[in-house]
């Protein structure tokens, strides 16, 4: 269902447009917190990608074969500043993010990264709260960067593993780093009160579908809370096909043949994660279904990539140049009229409309790497 969309002020920034290629003219200047797109969906969590650069390989994200020696990453001078990031941050806030999660490429790679998450600390909603700050990781330098995180003022970490079988993950990362090391930057993650910390999975059949159980097994019982991510058709150097997909509802029965689960309800609305709970007590799972059971409508998500355009979907194909309004010395009224046109115009659900579209149509689609957005 279509919400109206507002109607806009006749007075807009024309070199904004310009530079944007937004069809509307911008609204209001200053931002209200009450921006909804054309879904009447809210924005409320930013993602932001900080470097497009990591030390891992993994096979369905950075395969060597297109992020080898020669790969161009972007200059440093191309990335956004910290300042040009908590920036865009603060606009985002005023118009209802209340979540930041910085991501990559692999975030604690960018150098001084706990400068920035002091600068994003300060940031406040409109009502006055702290914004969350959230940072997902491969989890290689954690174990050394987590007391640093948390005085920054990080709240929460995700970590990334996709098995416990040494053999296996370090095939998978393609860069031979071992388990033992992710699973100290787990417990030294908690250790300097960032937990309870999420563990993510990511599940390609016949690749490490056999690790769902040894991987339930082992954060049974532990304070990191587990969840199983589908394989997902991201950018176009993964070679995706659907048969790889494992679903959540397959997850979910495979854990609960050995380890039976009951259902949770969702505890924030726009949550990606379905919850399960162990009914021994041993807490809880996740499960992501991004291809089998999409989760567009309630998508409150806008996403800053490495260069500091902003994407309204995960699959977009183009995102808008924001870096661009900063650096032509746009002022922050200018700069949240153009973030609220963007969002005002959003209409995006390709993981709903995925499955109507041909193998052919999907390749067709030049959707940006995964690295490059953050996930
Ligand atoms: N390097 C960090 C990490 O791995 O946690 C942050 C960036 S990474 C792109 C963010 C998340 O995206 C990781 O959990 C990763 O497993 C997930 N991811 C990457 N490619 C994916 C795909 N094709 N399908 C589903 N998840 C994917
Ligand atoms: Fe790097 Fe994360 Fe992608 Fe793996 S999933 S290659 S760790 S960005
Ligand atoms: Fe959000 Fe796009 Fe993913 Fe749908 S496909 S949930 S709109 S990011």
């Known amino acids: ?43 409320r969590d930013l993602r932001i990608s900080i470097t497009d650069r990591c030390n891992f390989r993994c096979v369905y994200c950075m395969p060597k074969a297109v992020f080898g020696r020669d790969y161009a990453f972007l200059d440093r001078d191309e990335l956004l500043s910290f ?24 975030p604690l790679l960018r150098r001084g990264i706990e400068g920035l998450i002091e600068q994003l600390a300060e940031l406040r909603t409109p009502d006055g709260r702290p914004l969350e700050i959230a940072l997902t990781t491969n989890g290689s330098a954690l174990a050394m960067k987590a007391e640093s995180l948390k005085q920054a003022g990080l709240t929460r970490v995700t970590v990334s593993l996709d098995s416990l079988d040494d053999e296996l993950f370090e095939a998978m990362n393609d860069v031979r780093f071992p388990v033992a090391r992710v699973l100290d930057g787990i417990e030294a993650a908690h250790a300097a009160g960032l937990g309870p910390v999420k563990v993510n999975m990511v599940v390609k059949r016949g690749l490490n579908d056999h690790e769902i159980l040894p991987m339930a097994r082992h954060f049974h019982g532990s304070p990191s809370t587990l969840r199983f991510i589908e394989y997902m058709d991201v950018g176009t150097s993964n070679g995706w096909q659907l048969d790889e997909v494992v679903s959540s509802a397959e997850i979910v029965e495979r854990i609960g043949a050995e380890l039976p689960l009951e259902p949770l309800g969702a505890t924030a609305p726009g949550e990606t994660a379905a919850r399960w709970r162990y009914t021994d007590g041993g807490g809880e799972i996740g499960v992501i279904s991004s291809v089998t059971n999409a989760f567009c409508g309630t998508c409150n998500r806008a996403r800053i990539s490495t260069e500091g355009k902003l994407f309204t979907c995960l699959f977009a194909t183009e995102g808008h140049d924001l870096r661009a309004l900063l650096r032509g010395g746009v002022d922050d009224d200018g700069l949240a009229a153009a973030m609220a046109s963007i969002w005002r115009d959003r209409d995006d659900r390709y993981s709903e409309v995925r499955a109507t579209l041909t193998p052919e149509l999907r390749a067709e689609r030049a ?7 953050g996930g």
Request: charged letters at 25%.
């Open 83 to 106: 300042e040009e990031i908590t920036r865009i941050a603060r606009v985002a806030a005023a118009h209802g993010v209340e979540k930041l999660r910085l991501t990559g490429g692999e």
């Open 367 to 373: 959707k940006v790497e995964m690295s490059y957005i």
């Open 1 to 43: 269902m279509t919400s109206p969309v507002p109607t806009h002020a006749p007075d807009g920034d024309s070199a904004v447009r310009e530079t944007l290629g937004v069809r509307r003219l911008p609204s209001t200047g200053l931002a209200t917190g009450g921006l909804v797109d054309r879904f009447a969906r809210p924005m």
